[in-house]
């Protein structure tokens, strides 16, 4: 979590940033939830890499951070969809940097 001693500790931007969305998996997460709404089992079908637990634990993460929300329907079976916040969103200018680098560098030649 991201709290004003961290940033007065880091100073440093890139580090803060580093701190929110570090990791494996939450960039990725973030990335597949850009552009839509998406039920638990969408995102783990988009990641078929990540463990249930593993996601769980990192969009609780995400949620608690602020970058993404979590909406319960009082249905039955129950539904619940994850989507990004408006935080969540000022970061897809930056996913797209990282998709267009990727596609360029490693995607290409494929």
């Given at each position: 979590?991201?709290?004003k001693?961290?940033?007065?500790e880091?100073?440093c931007?890139v580090?803060?940033?580093?701190?929110?969305?570090g990791?494996k998996?939450?960039?990725?997460i973030?990335?597949?939830?850009?552009?839509?709404?998406?039920r638990?089992?969408e995102?783990s079908a988009?990641?078929p890499?990540?463990?249930?637990?593993?996601?769980?634990?990192q969009?609780?993460e995400?949620?608690?951070?602020?970058l993404?929300?979590r909406k319960?329907f009082?249905?039955?079976p129950p539904?619940?969809e994850y989507?990004?916040?408006?935080f969540?969103?000022?970061?897809?200018p930056?996913?797209?940097?990282?998709e267009k680098?990727?596609?360029?560098?490693f995607?290409?030649?494929?």
């Amino acid at each position: 979590m991201v709290t004003k001693e961290t940033i007065n500790e880091l100073k440093c931007p890139v580090s803060i940033l580093l701190q929110l969305i570090g990791g494996k998996w939450k960039p990725i997460i973030l990335y597949v939830l850009r552009s839509n709404k998406r039920r638990f089992g969408e995102i783990s079908a988009r990641i078929p890499t990540i463990s249930r637990k593993v996601l769980t634990e990192q969009l609780k993460e995400l949620e608690r951070d602020g970058l993404i929300e979590r909406k319960q329907f009082k249905e039955i079976p129950p539904r619940v969809e994850y989507s990004l916040t408006e935080f969540g969103k000022s970061l897809a200018p930056v996913l797209n940097e990282m998709e267009k680098w990727g596609n360029e560098n490693f995607l290409k030649n494929q």
